[in-house]
C-alpha cells in the first residue's frame, strides 16, 4: 500500500504549515537583512543568567524536578506568575494559572476544550497567522471582525456574535500582531461586556503587553471581566527566552481550566519541570524589571530608527506607529503587490512577511509586516533603504 | 450567561482525566506505599548530572539555545536520538526524527495527523490508559484486539483490521503497560506485514524497551517495515527523567512527518531547545549504557521482590513474569473486585491501579496493575504482604 493524501485527517489537508516559518527557512542566506521574524533580538537573551538559575533550581529541588509532575503545572512557578500577571492588571491567584507551552499551547487547549467543527470564531482582522492556522486545525469556522486604529470595532463584531453565535473570540489587544495597534480602554470594557452579555469565551493573547515604548498601561480586557469568560494568555517568550517554551494562562473558571487541563494531559501529560523553574526564579529574584527596562529602551531605539525608515518608501505608503511590541504595519499604495516585492525583497536580500497571510480571507495584497527587534540600527537603516528601492522598482 | 457542560466540545464531554493522575492524588497521604505509579525510582534520577549538562549546553550554543528553534527540533538531538534509536534496532536517519513532549505528544500529534471522527483504531486490549484517553479526544472508534502471552493475537488483529479498515493500530510491544508481556518475534514480523498489506499506520510505542532485566532484546516492528507505516515512539522518560519531557519519534514517511511536523507547530511552536540539548549531550557523552546497567540492576531485584511477594496473594491468582519494564499485572481469582478491593487497599495505606481502566469496554474486574520502579525492598515486602491480606479480607 501506497501513503496518499487521503490517509490524512480532513482538518489537516488545506493546511500547509505557517508560511511565516516557511519564510524563515529562505532567511539562511548570508547577507540577508530580515524584518520577517517575531523573535526577540539576540541581546536580549541571557544564557549565563539561566544557566545560573539552572542550576539552583536543580540544586534546591533535586530529584523532584526531574520526576513527573503535575499537568496543573509546578506550583512554585504558579505562584510568581499570578503575582506577575497581578502585575499586569490580570485578576488572577495561583490556582487559576495553567502553565503552558509558549501562549501558543495555551490557545490550543482552549480550542480543543470548546471547538467542535464548525464552530464560529471570531477574530480581528488581520490577525497573527498561527492562531488561524490553530483554529482551522480544529475545523472552526473563522469570522474575521472588521478594525481600525484603535482596534476592534465594537459594533462591528456585536453583530457578528448575533449573526454566527460564536463559542470564541480570538483577541490581541496590546501591540497586537501584525499591526501594532492597542485595543482601546473603552473597547477593552466593551468586549469584556459582550463577552458575558452572549456568553462568549474570549481569549485574550497578551503576549508583547511589557514591550511598552511610550504611552500608559492599559487594563486588560479580563481586569473587566466579572464571570471567567475570558481566558488571560501571557508568555515568557519575548521577555525570557523563546527557546524555553514556557507560557502561562489565567484562567478563572475553573470548570475551563479542568477541560484544558484534560486537554493538556492527553498532549504533552505536562511541561517540563526544570523551563518552569528557570522562569520562576526568574520572577522570584526579582531580574524581570530591570530586564524589560533594558530590552525596552534599546527595541525603542529600534522601532524610531524604523519608523524614520518609512520615507525611503513610496509615497502614499500608510504605517502604523506602535506604542510598543516587536512589529510596525505597512500598507502600500493600492494597487501594489506585496507578494511581489517579497520575491524581488528576497533577491535583494532583505526580507518581511506580506500581510495577506494574516488575513483569513486571504486579500489585502498591498500590506506587508516589519519586525525591527532583530535587527541593529545600522542594519535597520540599510534594509529601510533597501526596502524602499526594491518596492519603488516593482 | 453562565459556563455550561454544553459549551464544551463534544469530544471532551465524555472525558474525565486520567484515572491514574486521580489515583495519584490520594498517595500523598503519608504511610503510603504505592504499586500504583509508572515512574522511575528517585534513585534512578541524576540532579547534578543534568545540571552539569544544562550549564555546558548553554555555555556551547549561547544565546541559540534561548531563541526560536525549528519545529522538526534541534539538530544536534535529532542525530544523537537517531544514533541511540539505531542502537535499538530502529531503521532511521536524524532526519527522520521528531522530536517530541515525551512519547505522550508522539501520540497526539500522529492522532492529530490522521484522525476524522469516527476512524477506527486498533488498540491491545488491555492498553495504556493516557492512549485510550487521547483516542477518545480525536472521536476515534476504539478497537480492542484480543491478547496472550505473547501480546497482540495476529489472526484476531488481521479479521478486525478487515471489519474495521482502520487507519491506525497502536501497539506496546516491550514490557507492555499495563500487562509487561512483550510481543514476540515473529508477531513483530507479522504486524509489520499486516501494516503493509492493508495500509495501517501502526503506533510502536516503545518506552521502556532498554530496561530489560532477563532475555535478549527483539527486533522493533519498525525494523520489518520496508515503507514507512510503522512510526516509532521513543522516550528518553524511563532513562533520563520524566520531567525533562523529551521523546523523539522516528517517521521514515516524509509526508506523514510533514503532517505531525504541522501539527506539532499549533500544539506548541516546538519543543524546548534547553531538554533537547540536556539529552543530547546524556548521549554524546556516553552516560546511558551504565546508567541503564545501574538502573536495570536495581529494578530486577526490585521485580524479583514483587514476584515473590504473590504468595501472599489468594490462591488462584495468576500473574504475568516480565522480563523489563515497570509493572506487573495480575488477575485476581474470578469474581473478586479489584475496584473494591482499591478502596480497602487505600484505608490500609497500600495503592494500585485497577485493572478495568486499562480496557476500553471496562470490565475485568479482578485484574490490577502493580508497579515496583518506585519502592524499595522492604516496601515491596511490606507492601505486597499488607495487599495480600486486604484482598484476602475482601
Redesign the interface.
Known sequence: ???T?A??????RP????AI?EIFKLLAKPGMISFA?G??S?TA????V??GL??EA??K???S???????DGFNPFRESAAEFLRGSMVNCEAEDILPT??G??AF?VLL??????G?AVLCESPTFL?AI??MR?YNAKLVPMPTDHEGVIVEAAEELIKAHHP?LMYVIPTFQNPTGITLSLERRKALAQLA????V?IAEDDPYRDLRYSGEPLPTIQSFDE???VVYMSSF?KYV?????VGAAAVR?P??R??M???K???????????QAIVDAYLRKGLMPAHLARICGDYKVQLDAMLDGFKHFPEGTVHTVPQGGLFVWAALPEGMDAMKVFKAAVENNVAFVPGTHFYTEGGHMNTLRLNFSMSDIPTINAGMERLGRVIKEN
Open positions: 500500500m501506497q501513503f493524501e490517509l490524512f485527517a480532513e482538518h489537516m493546511i500547509t504549515g505557517s516559518r521574524g523573535n526577540p539576540n537573551l541571557e544564557p549565563e539561566v544557566s539552572a542550576q536543580l540544586a529541588y533535586g530529584t524536578l526531574l520526576q513527573y509532575g503535575a499537568t507551552q509558549g501558543t499551547q490550543d480543543k476544550a470548546l471547538i467542535n467543527p464552530d498561527g492556522q490553530a486545525e463559542k458575558s452579555k452572549y456568553g469565551v464571570e471567567g469568560w517568550s527566552a523563546p527557546g524555553l517554551r473558571n470548570l475551563l479542568r477541560k487541563v484534560i486537554g494531559q492527553s498532549a504533552d501529560t505536562h511541561s517540563p519541570l526544570l523551563t
